[in-house]
């Protein structure tokens, strides 16, 4: 990993806690990776470490970790030294464990791999068992990865995936559904899907195994 510039801000910062949703008051702080042309923030642990992705000059998308103002590029290399086409990141647990999804140069845009890149710099391949594509969205305290996998599209073949720290791994039934958040414990997944029937993306939560759809009231 190197090292660019500081980050210029971090993230939203909530300013009131007695007041409701709709009358909460937010301070927003801009968050751009110096030099990027695009920066994205996707997981923040407990400590305020910040994790996402960016698209240099040159239109390459690596990954990110800000950490007390200093910006990290994270960049997947294969075990023979070969630098990774595209890599992201997505999540991060409390003790700095970062997760992503990267391609090699060559490969066809809808291929995503996973990684798992610990604290001492390791990156450690994670794949969901007999499929082509998995893409990481958050690790929780105990090293579960929760995401989803595909093959040949993001759509039929996607399915919401869960790995837990000993490797063994579950997916749910949904169709073109993504796991993108969970409780510390997993006992609560939540995430998004695509209704096959009215092509419509709707929220949804898995408890105790059981799939639950959702919709904001009045959203199309």
Not at 71 to 89: E, K, P, Q
Not at 92 to 102: E, K, R
Not at 157 to 186: K, L, Q
Request: aromatic share 8%; with cysteine.
């Amino acid at each position: 990993m190197r090292k660019p510039n500081a980050l210029v801000a971090a993230v939203c910062v909530l300013a009131g806690t007695a007041m409701t949703g709709a009358e909460r008051p937010f301070v927003f702080s801009e968050a751009v990776v110096p030099g990027a042309v695009f920066t994205n923030a996707q997981g923040i642990n407990a400590g305020g470490t910040i994790v996402g992705f960016y698209r240099d000059s040159t239109n390459r998308t690596h990954g990110f970790v800000w950490d007390q103002g200093a910006v990290t590029t994270i960049d997947y290399r294969d075990a023979s030294g070969n630098i990774a086409a595209f890599t992201d990141a997505r999540g991060i647990s409390p003790g700095g464990d970062i997760v992503g999804g990267y391609r090699m140069a060559g490969e066809p845009a809808v291929n995503f791999h996973g990684y798992l890149l610990k604290k001492d710099g390791t990156f450690i391949n994670v794949d969901f068992p007999g499929h082509t594509s998995t893409i990481p969205q958050r690790i929780l305290p105990d090293g579960t990865i929760i995401g989803c996998r595909h093959d040949f599209d993001t759509m039929t073949t996607m399915r919401g995936i869960r790995i837990s720290s000993s490797g063994e791994s579950e997916e749910i039934d949904e169709v073109a559904s993504m796991n993108n958040g969970a409780t510390p414990d997993a006992s609560l997944i939540v995430g998004q899907f695509t209704d096959m029937m009215t092509g419509r993306n709707e929220g949804y939560v898995v408890e105790d195994g059981i799939f639950t759809p959702f919709v904001v009231p009045g959203s199309t």
